[in-house]
C-alpha cells in the first residue's frame, strides 16, 4: 500500500488558511469535498465528526505532525487530504508544539483492516525524520504530491 492508494492528490493544501484545530480540519474536509471524494451533502457531517473524535483524544502525534482520522459511512474508500501551515496550528499535540503538517484520513465504517493498513502507512512515513523535513519545506501542492509518490516508491523511506 502506498500514498497513490488513497490520497486524492486535488486535495492537498499547501499553505492552509485556517489558524486553529477545527479550522484546519474543515478546510481539509472541504477540499475533499470539492474533490468529489465525500458524496453529495456528507461535508458537513464529516467535518462534525472529525471534530468530535478530535475533542476526545488529539491526534497531534507530535513532531509537527497531526493525523485526524474518523470513519464514516459517507465514504465507499479510504481517502485522506493533506494541508500545511508555516506558522503552525495548535493540535493539542503529545509534545506541546504546534502542528505544522496535517493529513487527514477518512475511512469507510465497514472496512476497518484497509483503515488499519493505511493509518499504518501513513505513520510509518511520518516516523522518517527525512520525510517530515521534506513535508515541511515542501511549499506546492505539487512539491507534496511528488514527496508523497517518491516515498511510495521508498526513495526517501
Excluded: W
Amino acid at each position: 500500500m502506498g500514498f497513490a492508494d488513497f490520497f486524492c492528490f486535488e486535495a492537498i493544501i499547501p499553505e492552509l488558511k485556517a489558524t486553529d484545530r477545527n479550522g484546519a480540519i474543515a478546510e481539509l474536509v472541504s477540499a475533499l469535498d470539492k474533490a468529489g471524494r465525500l458524496g453529495k451533502g456528507n461535508c458537513q457531517g464529516i467535518t462534525k465528526a472529525m471534530i468530535k473524535r478530535e475533542k476526545e483524544a488529539s491526534t497531534g502525534m507530535g513532531k509537527g505532525i497531526a493525523v485526524p482520522h474518523v470513519k464514516h459511512q459517507a465514504v465507499k474508500d479510504v481517502t485522506a487530504a493533506i494541508g500545511c501551515s508555516s506558522a503552525g496550528i495548535d493540535f493539542s499535540a503529545l509534545d506541546k508544539q504546534p502542528v505544522y503538517s496535517v493529513i487527514l484520513l477518512i475511512s469507510p465504517t465497514d472496512n476497518p483492516d484497509k483503515h488499519l493498513q493505511t493509518m499504518e502507512h501513513v505513520f510509518k512515513c511520518l516516523q522518517k525524520e527525512k520525510f517530515r523535513k521534506f513535508l515541511r519545506q515542501s511549499q506546492t501542492a505539487e512539491q507534496i504530491e511528488g514527496l508523497l509518490r517518491e516515498s511510495d516508491d521508498y526513495l526517501l523511506l
